[in-house]
């Protein structure tokens, strides 16, 4: 872009930091230190479970009651605490064909009363919770926070939602000679803020998609795209001249329904023909429901996810606020997908379309409830749901629902509930029609001691991590085998399922890496367990028998993180685990790879791997690796930037892009070549 | 004992949102500093500040399930403490006393200078903003955001906020003269 608006952006970021440093010594009050804040958060604390213990007795015959009626999600502490099988539901019983001996097809909407009802309940519970919260989830500004709305139009849950789409992912070979996205799954493309092709490098830029040329040293932009006003772009993908753009955009409700005004939000997929990408041609563009969540694509289509939530304030009639809507068509009840509880209040949108007809959806469902973590494999569409709160239940359990896709066409196939909650989408993995999952277990008042606890005004807290299962499922999601029990107290921190082993990682005070074969669907066994100290919260397979981790290191005795680390085990046997090689940054405390896998760049081939580490200032590192030589820092460049940087190459040269900035250096000797500010 | 000291912050949400008083301590400590300037240059009054980032800890972690464990701590907790200025700019704009106005507690660590002037002059430069430019800069000073994401906080576009908060920054050069 031109030098005047270079200059500009330049001397705004100087006004910025000479604006923080002249404020700096400003003083804190003393209340508002953290020692006296985590003292009164503890009065707090007692005093709320004080009130807990009242109501409880006031509410318990109220709860009874509730629980006769089926609203059993809306009681707060009244479970009943016998542990059920969990495809038994109360509601199938009543639903006798919906549920096949034992395991669960996936259930329709009938139609749009139905899902009314279940948001009714959602709405329900959330009040009765709030009530017994007490008095403070009323208040304005804290609801707001809650629900994602406010009166005054700021849509917090939009801040909230930003990284919501952070799994972690697998590397992509490179077609020709040029870097992918970091993704979840061999075979499924995804998109991101950044991508290359050889000659041309695409930048999301705020409401701008920056298109850049680099076929030769200097770099060239060579056109933008805007977006509309009020739009945000979240991601982009590129495929065969083909750009697709994926944005979320708030509209104004002004509130005709009979109730107040609020931004409502949509996500849009616009497809460019780029064949000139000094000229780009918009092909057509596919709006539906919801703020962006994820992407994937596959053989030819797009499968965009987004999240809707419903207005639970709406009246019946309003079907616009609580169906949700695909290119301004309002779903069939039959398109939409129920919960395995009878309450919801949010939906998991997918529609899909062709490239080469990008104007057209070719089908598109809503998975109801709550959203959760979703995972895509080659042929499957994963939606999970956490429940934390379910009757019959006294652990937290996930719900998971199956939905196949081929060729832009989803068909429900099945779904079921286990125990425990997922860390990431690397906790769930299908492969060869089974679906593996490792889950932390934790009692659902954990950390609060538990109703009778507040009875004897017990108000020590109660660390209880629970402990971890493993679970495989077949293709109806029946259960084939499963490990209860794994490393009590400790929580999962990061896992990959490679093929008939899968390795996980729980810490406490050490990280146990664990190795399971997976090779018996029916027999899972726990095969090595290797205690180091630290813990990996992103692990990657690097070529034959190796498996990279990047985490923290921790002292021997768990207490204090010695800065960012990186592992490589040795797993040619899972029996038999090493580390054969360590390396610490001391001065950095943390990375963002534990939340977004795009953030990490990974080529075995090349044998180089990089990602951005936080320390006082933020630095960008790449590592090359050597069994006898161990880690190698290649490249680091400190970063003035907060936010999502991205390293990738092409041909000869590396591209590091922050913001609208982009700097390419040579790929052999990490020798600066360009730089460019968009 | 657990490390709250160097806990990476997914594995303190995750303990916060159970209830874990030390571990939502930690989270607010890495950022109080901010929270509490954020509010002092947004309502103009150290009391009215105090009270902001108090009302908004408390929100914070009585509504700590809200925050999904993969969402940013910082961007959520801003939000709120934004609403609770909002909130106590338009309870009536309370008169104020010049002497009581913008007088930061002094620090009193032994042979330490703050820079008082410096301050006394960003406080003139702030309040020559209007209240929504006011809000980005701050955004922008002491949350570290940048125009879209801030564009999204507030529910408005990019470009209208950029723009604003390039006036806004340029009028504060003026009033804090060119150079350091």
């Known amino acids: 872009m031109d030098d ?23 003083q804190i009050p003393p209340t508002l230190e953290p020692k006296a804040v ?62 096949v001996s034992g395991q669960e097809r996936i259930v329709r909407a009938e139609n749009y009363d139905e899902i009314y009802g279940y948001i009714q309940a959602a709405e329900r519970a959330w ?143 616009d497809t460019y023909d780029v064949s000139d990408p000094s000229d780009p041609e918009k092909l057509g563009s596919i709006s539906q429901s ?32 609580y169906i949700p809507q695909v290119q301004g068509d309002v779903l069939k009840a039959s398109d939409i997908y129920m919960p395995q509880r009878e309450m919801g209040s949010q939906y998991t949108v997918i529609s899909a379309f062709s490239l080469d007809d990008p104007k057209e959806r070719t089908d598109s469902k809503a998975v109801f409830g709550t959203s959760g973590i979703c995972y895509v494999s080659t042929e499957n569409i994963y939606i999970t749901e956490e429940y934390y709160d379910e009757s019959g239940s006294d652990v937290t359990q996930t719900s ?69 299962s493993l679970y495989v499922l077949d293709e109806e999601l029946n259960v084939t085998g499963e490990i209860h029990d794994l490393a009590p107290d400790e929580s999962v921190y990061s896992a990959r399922f490679m093929g008939d082993v899968g390795y996980f990682v729980t810490f406490k005070q050490v990280d146990p890496l664990f190795s399971v074969d997976l090779s018996d669907p029916s027999d899972p066994k726990v095969t090595g367990k290797l205690k180091i100290p630290g813990f990996s919260e992103y692990l990657h397979p690097y070529g034959d028998g190796k498996l990279l981790g990047i985490g923290m290191a921790v002292d021997e005795k768990g207490i204090t993180t010695e ?40 080529d075995t081939e090349k044998n180089l791997f990089g990602f951005l580490a936080y320390g006082d200032t933020a630095k960008y590192i790449i590592f090359t690796y050597d069994e006898s030589a161990g880690f190698r820092e290649v490249f680091s460049r400190e970063l003035n930037f907060y936010g999502n940087v991205r390293g990738l190459y092409a041909g000869e040269r590396f591209y590091l892009v922050s913001g609208n900035s982009v700097e390419s250096f040579d790929l052999e000797t990490f020798e600066k070549v360009d730089d460019i500010v968009l | ?73 910082r961007s959520w907790i801003f939000t709120i403490l934004n609403n609770q200025c909002r909130k106590s700019l338009t309870k009536g704009g309370r008169e ?50 940048r125009s879209e994401e801030i564009a999204r906080m507030l529910g408005k576009n990019a470009a209208t906020v950029r723009s604003r908060k390039s006036r806004a920054l340029g009028k504060m050069r003026v009033s804090l003269g060119g150079a350091e």
């Open chain 2, 96 to 145: 104020i006393a010049a002497s009581e106005r913008m007088n930061p507690y002094i620090r009193e660590d032994e042979g330490y200078e703050p820079d008082y002037a410096g301050q006394q002059d960003v406080r003139r430069a702030f309040a020559e903003l209007d209240e929504e430019e006011r809000m980005i800069v701050a955004f922008s000073v002491f949350g570290g955001y």
């Open chain 1, 400 to 468: 998971v629902r199956k939905i196949a896709y081929e060729d832009g066409m989803f068909k429900g196939a099945a779904q079921t509930k286990v125990d425990g909650t997922l860390n990431d989408s690397f906790s769930i993995d299908e492969y060869k029609g089974y679906l593996r999952l490792v889950t932390t277990v934790s009692s659902v008042r954990s950390g609060s001691g538990g109703w009778f606890a507040d009875f004897f005004e017990n108000t020590e807290i109660q660390e209880s991590e629970g402990s971890n």
């Open chain 1, 290 to 321: 919801g703020s962006y969540d994820t992407m994937r694509a596959r053989e030819g289509y797009i499968y965009v996810v987004s999240d809707f939530r419903a207005d639970t304030a709406a009246p019946r009639g309003s079907i616009d606020d």
């Open chain 1, 127 to 269: 009040k009765k919770e709030a009530r017994l919260n007490g008095s403070a989830r009323e208040s304005s500004s804290v609801s707001d926070a809650a629900t994602g709305r406010s009166p005054s139009g700021m849509d917090t849950g939009v801040v909230a939602e930003q990284n919501s789409s952070a799994y972690a992912g697998t590397t992509m070979g490179a077609a020709g000679d040029y870097s992918d996205t970091n993704v979840r799954e061999d075979g499924v493309r995804e998109a991101d803020i950044v991508k290359i092709d050889g000659e041309i490098l695409y930048i999301v830029n705020g409401r701008a998609v920056e298109i850049v040329g680099i076929k030769t040293e200097e770099m060239q932009e060579l056109s933008h795209i805007e977006v509309d006003e009020d739009s945000y772009i979240e991601e982009l993908y590129v495929q065969d001249d083909r750009l697709v753009l994926l944005y979320t955009k708030s509209e104004y409700d002004d509130g005709t329904g009979g109730h107040d005004g609020y931004f409502r939000e949509y996500t849009y997929t």
């Open chain 1, 563 to 602: 800065g960012v680390k990186v592992s490589m085990f040795d797993v040619s046997d899972p029996a038999d685990v090493t580390e054969e090689e360590k390396y610490v940054l001391e001065d950095m405390y943390g990375t963002d790879v534990g939340y977004d896998y795009k953030a990490v760049f990974v």
């Open chain 1, 38 to 99: 985590e003292k009164m958060l503890t009065e707090k604390h007692k005093e709320q479970r004080r009130r807990y213990y009242r109501r409880y007795i006031k509410a318990a015959a109220a709860a009874c009651i509730c629980l006769a009626a089926g609203a059993t999600a809306a009681v707060w502490y009244g479970n009943s605490r016998t542990h059920t099988d969990s495809t038994a539901e109360t509601a199938d019983a009543e639903q006798g064909q919906r549920n």
């Open chain 2, 1 to 73: 004992m657990y490390n709250y000291e160097n806990s990476p912050e997914p594995d303190l949400i995750r303990r916060a949102r159970r209830g874990d008083v030390k571990a939502f301590a930690r989270l607010y400590s890495r950022i109080y500093k901010d929270l509490y300037r954020f509010a002092l240059y947004m309502t103009r009054h150290p009391q009215e500040a105090e009270d902001a980032v108090s009302e908004t800890v408390i929100s914070a972690y009585e509504n700590i399930s809200a925050l999904k464990k993969e969402d940013s701590f």
């Open chain 1, 4 to 26: 005047r608006k270079n200059r500009k952006t330049d001397h705004e970021s100087e006004d910025i930091s000479r604006l923080r440093g002249m404020t700096e010594d400003i």
